[in-house]
Protein backbone atom coordinates (compact mmCIF):
# COMPACT_ATOMS: atom_id res chain seq x y z
CA UNK A 1 0.00 0.00 0.00
CA UNK A 2 1.24 3.49 -1.13
CA UNK A 3 1.87 6.53 1.13
CA UNK A 4 -0.96 8.58 -0.07
CA UNK A 5 -3.08 5.80 0.03
CA UNK A 6 -2.16 4.91 3.69
CA UNK A 7 -2.88 8.49 4.69
CA UNK A 8 -6.15 8.94 2.36
CA UNK A 9 -7.27 5.87 4.57
CA UNK A 10 -6.68 7.48 7.70
CA UNK A 11 -7.97 11.07 6.57
CA UNK A 12 -11.48 8.63 5.72
CA UNK A 13 -11.59 7.06 8.86
CA UNK A 14 -10.59 10.43 10.85
CA UNK A 15 -13.62 12.17 9.02
CA UNK A 16 -16.36 9.78 9.40
CA UNK A 17 -15.27 9.35 12.91
CA UNK A 18 -15.44 13.41 13.27
CA UNK A 19 -19.11 13.53 11.63
CA UNK A 20 -20.54 10.71 13.51
CA UNK A 21 -19.51 12.51 16.68
CA UNK A 22 -20.39 16.04 15.37
CA UNK A 23 -24.39 15.16 13.77
CA UNK A 24 -26.06 14.56 17.30
CA UNK A 25 -25.16 17.51 18.60
CA UNK A 26 -26.26 19.48 15.13
CA UNK A 27 -29.97 17.43 15.08
CA UNK A 28 -30.23 18.14 18.92
CA UNK A 29 -28.28 21.01 19.39
CA UNK A 30 -28.48 23.00 22.83
CA UNK A 31 -31.62 24.64 22.24
CA UNK A 32 -33.68 21.29 21.87
CA UNK A 33 -34.76 18.69 24.15
CA UNK A 34 -33.87 15.58 23.40
CA UNK A 35 -36.20 12.71 22.26
CA UNK A 36 -37.64 10.23 24.63
CA UNK A 37 -36.70 7.47 22.85
CA UNK A 38 -33.07 8.51 22.70
CA UNK A 39 -33.12 8.63 26.07
CA UNK A 40 -34.58 5.49 26.65
CA UNK A 41 -32.23 3.89 23.75
CA UNK A 42 -29.03 5.08 25.10
CA UNK A 43 -30.12 3.95 29.13
CA UNK A 44 -31.19 0.36 27.38
CA UNK A 45 -28.76 -0.33 24.72
CA UNK A 46 -25.07 -0.81 26.88
CA UNK A 47 -27.14 -3.35 28.28
CA UNK A 48 -27.86 -4.96 25.32
CA UNK A 49 -24.65 -4.70 24.00
CA UNK A 50 -23.22 -6.42 27.23
CA UNK A 51 -26.07 -9.58 26.88
CA UNK A 52 -24.95 -10.23 22.77
CA UNK A 53 -21.12 -10.32 23.57
CA UNK A 54 -22.04 -12.97 26.03
CA UNK A 55 -24.34 -14.75 23.82
CA UNK A 56 -21.23 -14.39 21.37
CA UNK A 57 -18.46 -15.54 23.52
CA UNK A 58 -21.04 -18.37 24.80
CA UNK A 59 -22.05 -19.95 21.82
CA UNK A 60 -19.59 -22.26 21.11
CA UNK A 61 -18.94 -23.50 24.28
CA UNK A 62 -19.82 -26.95 24.15
CA UNK A 63 -20.81 -29.15 27.43
CA UNK A 64 -20.28 -32.69 25.95
CA UNK A 65 -16.34 -31.94 25.15
CA UNK A 66 -13.20 -31.51 27.28
CA UNK A 67 -13.21 -29.17 29.26
CA UNK A 68 -17.44 -29.12 29.55
CA UNK A 69 -17.38 -25.36 29.58
CA UNK A 70 -15.89 -25.06 32.94
CA UNK A 71 -13.24 -22.18 32.48
CA UNK A 72 -16.16 -20.30 30.91
CA UNK A 73 -18.09 -20.96 33.94
CA UNK A 74 -15.52 -19.82 36.36
CA UNK A 75 -14.54 -16.96 34.45
CA UNK A 76 -17.82 -15.83 34.15
CA UNK A 77 -18.41 -15.72 37.85
CA UNK A 78 -15.34 -14.45 38.32
CA UNK A 79 -16.52 -11.65 36.05
CA UNK A 80 -20.08 -11.62 38.14
CA UNK A 81 -18.85 -11.72 41.63
CA UNK A 82 -16.07 -8.84 41.59
CA UNK A 83 -18.52 -6.65 39.89
CA UNK A 84 -21.18 -7.10 42.56
CA UNK A 85 -18.27 -6.69 44.67
CA UNK A 86 -16.20 -4.15 43.40
CA UNK A 87 -19.11 -2.37 40.95
CA UNK A 88 -15.50 -1.83 38.71
CA UNK A 89 -16.65 -2.74 35.12
CA UNK A 90 -13.28 -2.71 33.66
CA UNK A 91 -11.75 -4.91 36.85
CA UNK A 92 -14.19 -7.27 36.44
CA UNK A 93 -13.51 -8.11 32.89
CA UNK A 94 -10.02 -8.09 32.96
CA UNK A 95 -9.82 -10.28 35.96
CA UNK A 96 -12.14 -12.53 34.11
CA UNK A 97 -10.04 -12.56 30.91
CA UNK A 98 -7.10 -13.47 32.99
CA UNK A 99 -9.07 -16.11 34.83
CA UNK A 100 -10.33 -17.36 31.92
CA UNK A 101 -6.73 -17.47 29.83
CA UNK A 102 -5.37 -19.12 32.93
CA UNK A 103 -7.15 -21.72 32.68
CA UNK A 104 -7.39 -23.00 29.43
CA UNK A 105 -3.57 -22.05 29.56
CA UNK A 106 -2.08 -23.65 32.63
CA UNK A 107 -4.92 -26.14 33.55
CA UNK A 108 -7.09 -27.47 31.00
Known amino acids: MSDIHSVAVIAVVAIVTMLLRFIPFAVFGRD???PEYITYISSVLPYAI???LVVYC???VSITATPHGIPELVAGATVVG???WKGNTLVSIVAGTVVYMLLIQCVF
Do not use: S
Open 50 to 52: MGM
Open 82 to 84: LHL
Open 32 to 34: KKT
Open 58 to 60: LKD
